[in-house]
């Protein structure tokens, strides 16, 4: 699963630098926003005075060390929840990313269009809600693109088709902060152009 991938990268990435250590504290913000291809509510994760913030149908608060992580089952949408914050919030404090929310709901049509545009002439398969205005295939197999939303993170579903796309050698283009740390410790296409 493309989460224990990151989540075995992040352990190399950090190892020995005392990270393991750090606390990540989850705080359920139902009163943010979150990116528009996403369902659910705002996340916040804290790690090393980095905050991400993602989407999650089960926010919650807690706190761990990050060392609980490393091999940490991840069998329900709160525990892949936990990873998909973790990872983001924790790439930021590394410095391998710089956006760890959503952008501004202002710039949301922005995104969206230029999204559209870069897709042009493509034919795109979208893991998680379908985004209008774009060629979407109705196969994975027919695409050229697999977009990953931060929803499809959650899903036991929808991460076995991520698998199935890697395994096809498919373009995959992740959306949004729930996606930034898995994408960046991946070597991973991201996109979040107007992300806070």
């Not at 919650?60 to 973790?86: H, I, Q, V, W």
């Not at 404090?93 to 501004?104: D, T, V």
């Not at 795109?124 to 994975?140: E, K, M, T």
Request: net charge negative; aromatic share 6%; with cysteine.
């Amino acid at each position: 699963m493309i989460l224990h991938d990151a989540i075995k990268k992040l352990h190399e990435v950090a190892a020995g630098m005392g990270a393991e250590d750090g606390d990540l504290v989850y705080i359920s913000r139902s009163e943010n926003h979150i990116c528009q291809f996403c369902t659910g509510s705002c996340l916040q994760v804290c790690f090393g005075g980095r905050i991400a913030e993602i989407s999650s149908k089960d926010p919650f608060c807690a706190k761990m060390r990050l060392e609980n992580l490393y091999d940490a089952p991840l069998k329900t949408s709160k525990t892949k929840a936990a990873a998909a914050g973790a990872l983001t919030a924790v790439a930021g404090f590394l410095m391998l990313i710089r956006k760890l929310g959503p952008c501004p709901t202002v710039n949301f049509e922005d995104c969206r269009d230029e999204l559209i545009f870069d897709l042009q002439g493509k034919s795109v398969y979208v893991l998680g809600r379908d985004i209008a205005g774009l060629n979407q295939a109705l196969l994975l197999e027919e695409a050229d693109v697999v977009l990953v939303t931060g929803d499809s993170l959650l899903d036991s579903d929808l991460l076995e088709e991520i698998d199935e796309a890697v395994m096809l050698e498919k373009e995959l283009l992740f959306l949004g902060p729930s996606c930034t740390g898995i994408a960046a410790l991946l070597g991973k296409k991201s996109w979040c152009p107007y992300g806070t």
